[in-house]
């Protein structure tokens, strides 16, 4: 099982308002890969509520393999979300390992 970690932070110009839009929104973007490309075990975006988290948002992920993982990476609707989280994040921090 590989594991793959996510987070992100908004971009600061973005208003209060803005900023709740576009998490919901790569929350639904990023969600909805889970059933369109095989090998995805996990998916799921979580949005910080926390004071003590210095990122906006985090996205929790596992595949069967390192090829699935690849696979969703260069898959059609990971790239069109991808383009929509790059417009709205920066800081973007990942981190992927296989499971043991």
């Not at 992100?8 to 973007?29: C, P």
């Not at 990122?55 to 929790?60: K, P, S």
Request: with cysteine.
């Amino acid at each position: 099982m590989v594991n793959h970690i996510v987070l992100w932070n908004l971009n600061e110009e973005l208003t209060e308002s803005e900023r709740k839009e576009a998490a919901l929104e790569i929350k639904s973007r990023l969600e909805a890969i889970k059933d369109a490309v095989a090998g995805v075990v996990l998916l799921e975006l979580q949005i910080n509520e926390a004071d003590s988290s210095n990122r906006d948002i985090a996205l929790i992920s596992k595949f069967e393999s390192w090829e699935a993982l690849q696979n969703y990476q260069v898959s059609p609707e990971h790239v069109a979300a991808g383009k929509y989280v790059r417009s709205v994040t920066c800081n973007r921090s990942c981190f992927d390992y296989e499971e043991k």
